[in-house]
């Protein structure tokens, strides 16, 4: 195990086990996502109060549980680099704010859209709506810092102490509907002993979670090489291997 470990703490071993491991992620992402569309479309009934509006759900969900997972995923990994001093550490870190920020921008942005139907406003100031509002400008602020500093090490450093420190947002995101008196509704999926939606409705959501989930690990991995590639462009495996994609 601990050979595996510091095995991923090399960036140019890590590149090429990402290099193995994409044209799986990308083929089960658009499997995925098909059996998701064909269960959300075709085999999903429409909800008896909201009628197709549902269906926006399919999105949304997904959307917004990833957007908390990518941030949990940034402070651990910021932690471990800031503890440890491991680059790729760092690298992951930097890598899930990009796409941390725009699960997070489409969760609001199907939100309101499902919000409008539902309760006659794009926008309320719930609990869980603003928790998540909060999410996307701590990605905003993250990607800010760590542009901010010239010498990567600071930066590298300075980001994963404010990723840290907003990580105290994810519980209140997630209880906030527990918590408060919110227009949010509560669990769904979390209740499979008594499930709040139909059956078919649950399959549909569970495989786009999935897709969504496989689909953030295909993008993260490629963010990964293309920092990678920018932060070890002086060194001689990555020399040689612009040159050999270049002949």
């Known amino acids: 195990m601990w050979i595996w470990f510091y095995q991923m703490a090399s960036p140019k071993w890590f590149y090429q086990f990402t290099d193995k491991l994409l044209p799986w992620f990308r083929g089960s992402t658009l499997v995925l996502m098909l059996i998701g569309l064909a269960l959300g479309l075709l085999f999903s009934p429409a909800d008896y109060q909201q009628g197709n509006t549902v269906r926006i759900m399919y999105i949304h969900v997904p959307a917004a549980f990833l957007s908390m997972f990518a941030y949990v995923v940034m402070a651990i990994s910021g ?3 800031f503890v440890w001093r491991i680059k790729m550490a760092h690298i992951v870190s930097v ?3 990009p796409i941390g920020a725009i699960f997070t921008l489409l969760a609001l942005i199907t939100g309101a859209i499902w919000g409008k139907p539902t309760w006659g406003t794009y926008w309320e100031w719930d609990a869980r709506l603003t928790s998540e509002l909060i ?11 760590h542009n901010a500093f010239d010498d990567r090490t600071s930066a590298d450093r300075a980001s994963a102490v404010l990723a840290l420190v907003g990580l105290v947002n994810i519980p209140i995101i997630h209880f906030s509907v527990e918590w408060w008196n919110t227009l949010h509704q509560g669990a769904t999926i979390s209740k499979f002993e008594k499930p709040s939606m139909d059956a078919d409705m649950l399959k549909a959501l569970l495989v786009f979670i999935v897709a969504f989930q496989v689909y953030f690990f295909t993008v993260l991995m490629q963010r990964i090489k293309s920092e990678i590639i920018k932060r070890e462009k002086m060194t001689g495996w990555v020399k040689k291997l612009v040159e050999g994609k270049a002949s």
């Open 79 to 81: 932690a471990i680099g």
């Open 95 to 97: 890598s899930c704010a």
């Open 135 to 145: 999410l996307f400008f701590l990605y905003i602020g993250f990607m800010a810092l």
